[in-house]
């Protein structure tokens, strides 16, 4: 799972995955530092909200993730 993590991209860390019937979730935290406001453009280290992402076209095995 790792593996697939890194090709998707770089800056995400692992931190786990489940399996609960037909649904794979994965966890992943960014290795970034700071990141740029949307708003003001300007960078900051501090986390400004924390989201769920569903990706609703990458079927593994038959199950969603």
Same mark, same amino acid.
């Given at each position: #799972?790792?593996?697939?993590?890194? #090709?998707?991209?770089?800056?995400?860390? &692992?931190?786990?995955?489940e399996i609960k019937?037909?649904?794979? &979730?994965?966890?992943?935290?960014?290795?970034?530092?700071?990141?740029?406001?949307?708003?003001?453009?300007?960078?900051?280290?501090?986390?400004?909200?924390? &989201?769920?992402?569903?990706?609703?076209?990458?079927?593994?095995?038959?199950?969603?993730?």
């Amino acid at each position: #799972m790792k593996e697939i993590i890194k #090709m998707l991209d770089k800056s995400l860390k &692992y931190i786990k995955h489940e399996i609960k019937e037909d649904t794979i &979730y994965i966890y992943v935290k960014s290795k970034k530092k700071k990141a740029k406001c949307p708003v003001c453009g300007e960078e900051t280290d501090k986390v400004h909200s924390k &989201y769920t992402r569903s990706f609703q076209d990458l079927p593994i095995g038959g199950k969603k993730v």
